[in-house]
């Protein structure tokens, strides 16, 4: 940051934190010895929690609890550590020695007070006042012993300087008085380091007050005004401004800068930052204020002036908690002047402040946020003011919700610029959060929801990423780390700090799940090479248990979670409704949902509208190969599917293609299961019934209303080998081979090869079996295992649509299972 003119008065405040014990004391001593040469004005607060103890002090004496003389002694060796810490035993003992003094005082007040069993706002704010001056004589003492900073150091008491009035709006500067005050204590021509007491002023009368909560702040601006200085800085205990609280959203990220009207929106909504009033002096001459951490000093922090050079439109989002609601409607509002006047009107003689306004244009019903804790008065007061409307039917009903918190999205840079609405709903809409009201004011510069209190934190977290102030993190469970799923974890790992350095998304496998045991993790899963977390799934003491798996996944604080099951399991796609329904992601090559009852293949669609989820199945026919997004995008641009055909099967593919009617039938299965290319048992590829759960799929997907027992089934087990052990099916196969050749010789004679296929018709028909097919179909010259889909439409009639390729193994079903995460994560807002 560029360095102000040494001539120039520069005002720094420390806060309680940061001069809480003797080392912060150095600390801060450290900072202003390192700053630029130039003139300081040092505001401090008390140490931390002193304010508080003294209050304390009150309440106890309130109470006739002679505890309060312990906790003042508490207070007294605290302050005794510190400055024999930081003082010379000398300069310690004349400290001390003054600090008896107060001691002594106080004790007299206190004394009072438990006899009158009450305490008059002035002495409440004469006894809180005493941790500033106990805290800025100790300072003052310390610093000027040190000698290295050139120049005076003279402590300055805030009750000579600053003279105010408390109003309804809080305390207001009476600045001419003040300005001459401060001239009688400091020359024009001063030259060095003014100590000067936060939190604490006096009135007209010259009794001490105090400037309310987050006084010293107010102090600091104050000072800052009244020494026309070049800069404010605000220390605090954080790095400056954040986007956001980082308690509920971790990747929060300081703001570098924004302005002074950002800041007071960012503040009124509960951002940690200075309090809307306490700038209002440097905003009336346009001091700069920075906002910095004692405890990382080397941090730049956040800069709040009047033309910030960030260019983020949205700095910040921020959110109020325990509030309710209370919404009025009636035709009878229509076109009457003065109903909001009348409702605003009796929630202010109630001294009920209101958070946030939302009416439709058709001023058919009127609704208002405030605090949660005065719903119920609320409620009262405004069915009495509305007593004779509400009898006349003029008035339907008064209605006061309550559990429900408002989010603001802030920054300068939303005014004027298209889509920023859009991009806060459809972040919100995405992560399943429902918006009860929408406020937004002229200036565009605040967008305000209500949302249920529930899911406050997901809907920060949700919009937060949907502005690129944060990643997009999404929770994902992995059911079945076998071959598949084992792969895809490598492939995600590979990819995962690409995909969060360039596009912003955290892929954060939170779980992983086998038939027995599950491991969960609140951080993510180490699925990197280095990882093992295959030995950590092993040594996991967890149970497989799905309810605590999902329940493990999806949290509030993370506002999109998926679940990939790369099972066979039809136990596993049972739960996909649910799962869906509850607003949950899935992702599978688990073809048992999508090819069973076909009600509950109905009920995954509703359950997917119903919840705003994405359910994703390209895997589960032809593995990573675009056969079902080219079916669907197909049918989605209005052109007319006559027939789709294929071979679905690689294992079928390479009987098929190897089988010259040379080597017998029965040989080339051993092969192939010796290769790896048919399942352990392969009657299960021999079946067709895999074969047939994809025709039924792709059935589906042409909009047909087809089961299981609607497709005409050819098998290649022989009757009589369904059962029995593998070895046996194996031994007993060539006995069949006679079959197959008769069949081969056949097709041969008439210039044809056979293959595995399936056919679907737009009238409904299927079949799975062995066809003949011309040497020069397209189905007769594909690579030993590789899948083929065959479009017959309108638009691709005489020379049909094909997608051909790899369709099975590890490695290419795995990427067309990531490959449809990374539609998820595009469809929750996600740019890749």
């Not at 912060?24 to 040469?37: D, G, N």
């Not at 989820?613 to 990573?624: I, Q």
């Not at 044809?752 to 737009?762: F, S």
Request: charged share 25%; glycine share 10%.
């Amino acid at each position: 940051m560029p360095s102000p003119d040494p001539s120039a008065w520069v005002v720094h405040k420390f806060g309680g934190s940061s001069v809480a014990d003797a080392e912060c004391f150095r600390r801060v001593a450290t900072i202003l010895e390192t700053l630029p040469p130039g003139r300081l004005g040092v505001v401090l607060s008390a140490c931390r929690g002193v304010t508080d103890g003294l209050l304390g002090l009150v309440a106890r004496a309130e109470a006739q609890d002679d505890g309060y003389r312990g906790e003042l002694d508490a207070l007294r060796a605290r302050h005794a550590t510190i400055a024999q810490s930081v003082l010379a035993p000398q300069a310690a003992q004349l400290y001390m020695a003054a600090f008896d003094r107060d001691r002594h005082d106080i004790e007299g007040i206190l004394h009072t007070v438990k006899l009158t069993r009450s305490a008059a706002q002035n002495v409440r704010d004469l006894i809180a006042g005493y941790g500033e001056i106990w805290s800025t004589k100790l300072f003052r003492e310390f610093f000027a012993s040190r000698g290295k900073r050139p120049g005076e150091v003279r402590w300055i008491d805030a009750r000579e300087v600053v003279e105010v009035e408390w109003g309804p709006l809080g305390p207001a500067v009476h600045w001419e008085h003040s300005r001459a005050n401060l001239r009688k204590l400091v020359s024009a021509d001063f030259q060095g380091t003014l100590i000067i007491t936060g939190f604490i002023a006096s009135d007209k009368r010259g009794v001490q007050t105090t400037l309310g909560r987050n006084g010293s702040d107010f102090s600091g601006s104050i000072f800052g005004s009244l020494l026309d200085s070049a800069e404010i800085h605000i220390w605090t205990d954080v790095d400056g401004v954040l986007s956001a609280d980082p308690r509920r959203v971790p990747d929060a990220k300081v703001i570098d800068s924004l302005s002074y009207n950002e800041a007071m929106e960012l503040a009124y909504f509960g951002a940690k930052v200075i309090h809307p009033q306490t700038m209002a002096p440097a905003v009336g001459r346009g001091i700069p204020i920075w906002i910095r951490n004692t405890f990382a000093p080397q941090i730049q922090g956040s800069l709040i002036c009047a033309a910030p050079t960030s260019k983020l439109p949205v700095k910040g989002i921020t959110s109020i908690e325990n509030i309710a609601m209370v919404n009025v409607e009636g035709a009878g509002m229509i076109g009457v002047p003065g109903t909001a006047h009348r409702l605003f009107g009796a929630l202010r003689e109630e001294g009920i402040s209101v958070i946030l306004i939302s009416q439709g244009s058709s001023e058919h019903s009127i609704c208002c946020a405030i605090p949660g804790n005065e719903a119920e008065r609320a409620a009262r007061v405004v069915a009495a003011a509305f007593d004779r409307e509400i009898k006349e039917g003029q008035i339907q009903s008064i209605q006061v919700d309550q559990g429900l918190a408002i989010l603001a999205v802030v920054g300068d840079g939303m005014a004027g610029l298209p889509g920023i609405s859009g991009q806060v709903f459809n972040a919100l809409g995405s992560a399943g959060v429902n918006v009860h009201a929408i406020a937004q004011g002229a200036s565009e510069r605040n967008i305000s929801v209500v949302v249920d209190g529930k899911d406050a934190t997901r809907a920060l977290r949700a919009v937060h990423s949907g502005f690129y102030l944060s990643p997009h993190t999404v929770s994902i469970g992995l059911i079945g780390p076998g071959a598949v799923g084992r792969v895809l974890l490598e492939q995600i790992a590979a990819e995962r700090e690409r995909l969060l350095r360039d596009f912003k998304l955290d892929l954060r496998v939170r779980g992983i799940m086998t038939s027995r045991k599950m491991l969960l993790s609140e951080q993510g899963v180490d699925i990197n090479g280095s990882g093992n977390w295959r030995a950590a799934l092993d040594a996991s003491p967890a149970a497989a248990d799905i309810g605590k798996f999902v329940d493990h996944l999806h949290v509030d604080h993370l506002p999109h979670t998926v679940i990939i099951d790369c099972t066979a399991d039809e136990g596993v796609a049972r739960h996909y409704a649910d799962w869906l329904k509850a607003g949950i992601h899935v992702v599978t090559p688990n073809k048992k949902a999508n090819s069973g009852p076909l009600d509950y293949y109905e009920s995954l669609k509703a359950a997917r509208r119903h919840g705003g989820s994405s359910y994703l199945y390209e895997a589960t026919v032809g593995a990573g190969l675009p056969v079902i997004s080219t079916l669907r995008d197909l049918r989605e641009t209005g052109d007319k599917l006559s027939s789709v055909e294929g071979i679905f099967s690689g294992t079928l593919a390479y009987l098929f293609n190897v089988y010259d009617g040379k080597k017998p039938f029965s040989d080339i299965v051993k092969d192939a299961k010796a290769k790896g290319y048919t399942e352990p048992d392969p009657r299960d590829d021999l079946s067709g019934t895999d074969f047939t759960r994809k025709v039924i799929i792709l059935g589906r997907e042409m909009g047909l209303k087809i089961e299981m027992k609607d497709v005409e089934v050819e098998t290649l087990i022989p009757p009589g080998l369904e059962k029995g052990s593998i070895d046996d099916f194996l031994a007993k196969l060539p006995q069949y081979d006679g079959e197959m050749k008769k069949r081969f010789d056949a097709a041969a004679a008439k210039g044809k090869v056979l293959r595995y296929m399936g056919r679907l018709t737009a009238d409904g028909k299927a079949s799975v079996g062995v066809r003949e097919l011309d040497r020069t179909h397209a189905f007769a010259n594909i690579a030993l295992t590789d899948n083929v889909v065959r479009y017959a439409t309108a638009r691709y009639n005489t020379n049909p649509l094909i997608v051909q390729g790899p369709g099975a193994g590890p490695e290419v079903t795995a990427a067309g299972v990531f490959a449809d995460l990374l539609r998820v994560c595009s469809y929750i807002g996600a740019h890749l």
